[in-house]
């Protein structure tokens, strides 16, 4: 059975939804002249930070692509050269491209958003999330797109075709990587440089028009939040559909062609399962006060509506009701480390409130606190996913089906990534909400406008934890099942079994401590990059502080000028750990061959995962420590705890928004480039 015309026009049909939705937003009353100019300024910064960063990347891409087809011609294999190449260089184009796609009509529907907020928070809330939905809807189609195309393009050879397109899941790896880091960069280092100097040095509110890094702030959450966490979920949904399909070549006399599209159907059928959920997110402007309930709901008819499709295309295609069960255990896996990562990073629970509480004794102690409960969050969610992984196998070795223990753990996957185009859409919603605080403040509306945006930008802080949390979870689930291909890639090479890796064996263990020690360093460059960018930004705030009568009102300040400045910083500082993740690992498989590679895929996969929680999760909580305190709590603002909290905030801000973010698109393109280039390790 071909399912590539189904997973084809699913994917068409969401393109169109996301068209509708952005002909919608455009169509919107876009509010005051004031409010035009501040978004106008928010858009002209994100688009030419995106025009030079992609200029950058696209470089760096086709360099990467002719290396490729040099090494692998190098050692006579052709065919995989350009088959590698082609998908490679298609992978990193769409990848770029639903990232650019996404953020283009945030910044537009930012804009939109703030207008309705005086007159209908409701309305405010649902154009903001369609205009997340655009991003989400487009990056899932433009994957299943992309690699149906592909696969048809390679002859769909269904035993071969799967390997042949692995270059395409590097593509998309190596876009997630630098969008990622460049726009995790940009984004803290203007949002420290802002606070630094403006909340604490001057005094003056957040999001305050005298402050010239304000726009740059705004700007970052576009380029950060937007087009980089776009082009890591879009990585990650690529990459574990073509893991998956190269674990189903072993199940081939089982299932046939439909255990290898098996992931592609799941995907479409979860864009289906999001649209419903995006058309039932309905708020009364009476109930503006918590949004979370509004957008919570939308998630729960999507994990529904995907877990109804699920059951019907295992059926269908597997015939064998165990594969349906792992894939609930994927979806129960989403929610739990939802509700875990809410539970350590929302004010309403011990975690936040403890941190307060420790602010009240100064920053060490809010510093001190804040990273005691960093580390405590990866227990519940590593034992999440251990948990997940033991059943996932468990069901799949009761299916009867050979080898169906690491199919089980890809369906898994696969259910955990159904309802991804709504996560993203939530993701999205978070900057797009807080972008719209910054043009009512700045724009100076009412009041009432500025409480109702309030509501939804906290709501927007909230999807933001909840997705980088789910991002985490998500990774660990597709780097198992690609280091499960890499080592079905490897026997294939070597025409035995390889199934053992022996750290007993001394390259072996070095292989695996050089992999741990990868993604400390790379956590220090990224880190490293925010200092070094926003020292920069501080400088020049302080140099139109101190040059300037802006602070009394009499002079503007020049936004244009720490836009230039963020950005060439971010895009210098991006390169050294961007080229440390591809050159080291390059270097250490031609070194110590496939099997020390193995070690050091897993151990540094594990390491960066279990890194990325103690950063993302350690971030979130001192952010919404500082918010839980300037409701009020322990003084409120300009309180000694509000300025511990704002030190504990401006620390994590590199954590949770730069490195954690660009760990997860790390650990999977270490998978994806040691799949490529098993040839050269072999």
Known sequence: MDLIPLVMAISLIAL?????????????????????????????????????????????????????????TGIG???????????????????????????????????????AAEKSPAKSLILALRGGAVSGLTIIALSLIGISVIFTAFGSNPLEAPFLIVGFGLGASLIALFAQLGGGIYTKAADVGADLVGKFEAGIPEDDPRNPAVIADLVGDNVGDCAGRGADLFESTSAENIGAMILAVALYPVFGLAGVLFPLVIGAFGLIATII????????????KNPMRALNKGYYVTAFISAIFFYIATMVLLKNIWFFYCGLIGLALSIVILY????????????VQKIAKASTSGSAMNIITGFNIALETTAINAISIS????????????????????????????????PCAYILAMDTFGPIVDNAGGIVEMSKSSEVACQNVAKLDSAGNTTKALTKGYAVGSAALSAFLLFSAYMTEVSSYTGQAFEIVNLARVDIFAGALLGAMLVYLFAAYAIRGVGETAQYVIAEVRRQFRERKILAGIDKPDYAQCVDITTRGALKNMVLPGALAIVFPIAVGLTLKYEAMAAFLIVGTITGLLMALVLNNGGGAWDNTKKCIESGL??????????????????GDPFKDTAGPSLHVLVKLLATLTLVLVPLYV
Not at 90 to 101: D, K, M, P, R, Y
Not at 278 to 288: P, Q
Not at 397 to 416: C, I, R
């Open 16 to 72: 169109i939804v996301a068209a509708y939705f952005a002909r919608q937003i455009i169509r919107e009353d876009r509010g005051t002249v004031q409010m035009q100019a501040v978004a106008a300024a928010i858009r002209e910064g994100a688009e030419a930070f995106i025009r030079r960063q992609y200029s950058t990347i696209a470089i760096i891409a086709v360099v990467i692509a002719v290396v490729i087809f040099v090494a692998l």
């Open 77 to 115: 294999d052709f065919s995989r050269a350009w088959h590698t190449s082609v998908a490679f260089l298609l992978g990193a184009f769409l990848s770029a491209l639903s990232g650019v796609i996404g953020m283009s009509v945030a910044v537009r529907s930012n804009l939109v958003s703030a207008a």
């Open 277 to 288: 959920g995006i058309f039932s997110v309905r708020m009364k402007d009476a109930e503006h």
């Open 340 to 351: 875990v990562t809410l539970y350590y990073t929302d004010e309403r629970f011990r975690p």
């Open 387 to 418: 948990v997940a992984l033991l059943l996932a196998f468990k069901f799949g070795e009761l299916s009867g089906v050979a080898n169906g223990g690491l199919y089980g753990t890809a369906v898994a996957t696969m259910g955990m990534l159904a």
């Open 634 to 651: 322990y003084g409120g603002k300009g309180s000694d705890a509000h300025k511990a909290a704002i030190v504990g905030d401006t620390v």
